[in-house]
């Protein structure tokens, strides 16, 4: 069952402005959530990660995410984002059967314009 | 150096002969998986394996098989390909489900 969702397939933003990439769930309990990113041609790479604590989650590459549990979010953001950051993200979390598997959403493609 | 190696990266083959895609990573890492990448469906889990002979469905087993009959190796062996199961698949390990997943380059595999 999805239990992790991307509601914007492409977004786009210009060099230098500030990103926000949503990412809801649906799960009973506190849930661990993940962003990942992959860049054209390539594998994926951990952006970060919850698991408890601090709901504010500092990542690679001047990335962060906040995690509400009011609003069922976990949304990844970016102060000032670079042409490189071009690329797929991805949230995932556990799969709302089971929590032993992983649930990813369809990715948000992000297009960086001059 | 620490990863994941699949092979083969690239595999045209044609309905109903059967396949393997080998997965191996040198993490020493208890969760394994695979997954499929399709456009407009991002990564959906097919098996995963949360320790040797510890084996479960993801989202989309139908059509796959998985052992883990070592610690480092986990195959994906589709028993007979059908062209629905064109797509590009990632094997991961990590530590526990919860732990960062380390992917390995990807297989694209076309069925005719």
């Known amino acids: 069952a999805q239990s992790v969702t991307q509601p914007d397939i492409h977004i786009t933003v210009s060099e230098g402005a500030s990103l926000e990439l949503r990412c809801n769930y649906s799960?009973?309990?506190?849930?661990?959530l993940f962003w990942y990113v992959q860049s054209p041609g390539q594998g994926l790479q951990l952006l970060l990660k919850?698991?408890?604590?601090?709901?504010l989650v500092q990542g690679i590459k001047g990335f962060e995410a906040e995690f509400k549990r009011s609003q069922s979010s976990f949304n990844l953001r970016k102060p000032s984002v670079h042409w490189s950051d071009a690329a797929e993200y991805f949230c995932?979390?556990?799969?709302?059967?089971?929590?032993?598997?992983?649930?990813f959403g369809k990715g948000t493609s992000l297009l960086v314009t001059p | 150096e620490a990863q994941v190696t699949q092979n083969p990266r690239y595999l045209i083959t044609v309905t109903g002969k059967k396949l393997t895609v080998t997965c191996s990573q040198n993490?020493?890492?208890?969760?394994m998986s695979w997954y499929r990448q399709d456009p407009g469906l991002g990564l959906r889990q097919i098996y995963y394996?949360?320790?040797?002979?510890?084996?479960d469905k993801g989202d989309v087993p139908e059509g796959y098989k998985v052992s883990r009959k070592e610690k480092r190796n986990f195959p994906l062996i589709l028993e007979s390909p059908s062209p629905n199961q064109t797509s590009l698949y990632f094997c991961?390990?990590?530590?526990?489900?919860?732990?960062?997943?380390?992917f390995g380059p990807g297989t694209r595999l076309t069925v005719l």
């Open positions: 991961a390990s990590s530590l526990g489900v919860v732990n960062e997943q380390f």
């Open positions: 799960y009973g309990a506190t849930p661990y």
């Open positions: 919850y698991f408890s604590g601090d709901t």
């Open positions: 995932a979390g556990p799969n709302s059967n089971s929590g032993y598997a992983l649930n």
């Open positions: 993490m020493n890492h208890e969760y």
């Open positions: 394996s949360m320790n040797v002979e510890v084996t």
